[in-house]
């Protein structure tokens, strides 16, 4: 029988894509709240640029290079084959081409969100002191190099996936075209987390640590923007995971409930630790509470039960908790957290696939093999991230620059790379005029 148009199914699909889509304005809030007024503008418009660049770029080739017929040894997709979406939209009738019941066009504009957030994520990493053009250009490369690759070799059909000539089959077999024990990565466990926060963990280093990094307190200048955004992001997270079901049917509403119940579960975790740690469970710690057990559920979201969700947010939450606060003992500066959430969240959701899978999982009494499989894909995602961030990075630092001026960074970051503050309070002290910039005002300037 032929293709017949799933009007359900499209609907549900350019749904989830529209959630997705909400996730990087969402990013945008939780982030820019966490910086210093300062730079709230500018850590916002590093992830709205995302929006622009990489939707752009995805039409040309990343469509291409990450689901190509032809591949180049399970890398990467022929970024020419489907250049401009060449050769996807229509089909020999000049009707709208199917997949499933799916218009491929619907397909594309949900795989671009990932795309686009993934690049948007990477920003939280270097906040307050990277030049905005040298952001567009690494943008621009990274998600060529790094991201688009990896979608192949996970989703495109690449050597992260379940075909026969995959890392899983060298390891275990394969039978029929596919191996005895395929890999999982639901929604981009390592696709997206573990490969932003690889690319993040390098730039923090490469790029340095901000003025004052350990001395100075750099906390969060509001509060309400970071639960905003962290609301925007647990809301659209439910295009990212369920609309990855590819059906409105029975498995999207598996990976819908275990993304609300992990993520519920990791907010109780972080609180725990802060509460047993700190002494205060705090807000912030909720926001980021919401985001670890997101990430970590995103590999599993349709492999696991809700009780495991549970199990598997509980960990990440209390992990990711401790996790942040390696970068003061290692004084590498990820200034919003990204490795400790998104890099640490996601390898464990990723390896706990191999215990906590209802399918293939340890705990279930299927053996080992899946954990190893989910390691292998894990480590390889790993180094991929790391040697293209590398690749990217280091000749960027010696031709165009990623530090701004010091003098710049302690005015703020947002006056000398955008011409703006986002607040322009004033205050009056006798005669005397004095714009907020982010900075404190001394005892009678301001009211």
């Not at 894509?17 to 916002?44: D, E, H, I, W």
């Not at 990343?62 to 689901?67: A, K, Q």
């Not at 929604?187 to 990094?213: E, Q, S, Y």
């Not at 910039?437 to 005892?443: I, N």
Request: hydrophobic content about 55%.
């Amino acid at each position: 029988m032929e293709d017949a148009l799933d009007p359900g199914l499209t609907a549900w699909m350019l749904t989830s894509a529209s959630l997705v889509l909400l996730m990087t304005p969402g990013l945008a809030f939780f982030y820019g709240g966490m910086v210093r007024a300062k730079s709230v503008l500018n850590m916002m418009m590093m992830c709205f640029s995302a929006l622009g660049l990489v939707t752009v770029i995805y039409v040309l080739w990343g469509w291409s290079m990450s689901y190509a017929d032809s591949g180049v040894l399970g890398l990467f997709g022929n970024p020419f084959e489907q250049f401009g979406l060449q050769g996807t939209m229509y089909d020999d009738a000049g009707e709208f081409a199917l997949d499933g019941g799916l218009p491929v066009i619907v397909d594309v504009g949900f795989q671009a969100t990932f795309a686009i957030i993934t690049v948007a994520l990477i920003a939280g990493a270097i906040a307050d002191r990277v030049r905005f053009s040298t952001w567009l250009v690494f943008s621009a490369l990274w998600v060529t190099l790094s991201f688009f690759p990896l979608a192949y070799m996970v989703w495109g059909g690449g050597i992260l996936g379940d075909g026969e000539s995959g890392i899983a089959a060298w390891l275990f077999g394969a039978e029929d075209g596919e191996a005895l024990v395929a890999p999982i990565d639901f929604a981009g466990g390592t696709v997206v987390h573990i490969n932003a926060g690889v690319a993040a963990l390098v730039l923090a280093v490469l790029i340095g640590v901000r003025k004052g990094f350990g001395r100075e307190p750099m906390r969060p200048h509001n509060l309400p923007f970071v639960m905003l955004g962290a609301g925007l992001l647990w809301f659209g997270w439910f295009g990212f995971n369920a609309g990855s079901a590819y059906g409105a049917n029975g498995e999207a509403g598996l990976a819908w409930v275990n993304t609300l119940t992990a993520t519920a579960a990791a907010i109780l975790g972080w609180l725990i630790v802060e509460k047993i740690r700190d002494g205060e469970p705090t807000s912030l710690g909720a926001a980021s509470g919401i985001v670890a057990g997101l990430v970590a559920v995103t590999p599993a979201a349709g492999d696991l039960s809700p009780v495991g969700a549970i199990v598997l947010g509980l960990i990440a939450g209390s992990v990711c908790a401790m996790a942040v606060g390696l970068k003061y003992r290692f004084n590498y500066d990820d200034s919003l957290d990204v490795v400790g959430v998104h890099l640490v969240g996601g390898l464990i959701g990723t390896v706990a696939l191999g215990f906590l899978a209802t399918s293939g999982g340890l705990f279930y009494g299927d053996g080992i093999k899946l954990l190893v499989v989910q390691i292998a894909i894990a480590a390889f995602a790993m180094a991929w991230s790391a040697v293209a961030t590398l690749v990217i990075a280091v000749p960027l630092k010696a031709t165009m620059g990623w530090r701004i001026a010091e003098e710049d960074e302690v005015a703020g970051i947002d006056l000398s790379e955008h011409g703006e503050s986002a607040y322009d309070f004033v205050a009056v002290a006798g005669s005397r005029r004095s714009h907020f910039t982010g900075t404190t005002l001394t005892e009678g300037e301001g009211a």
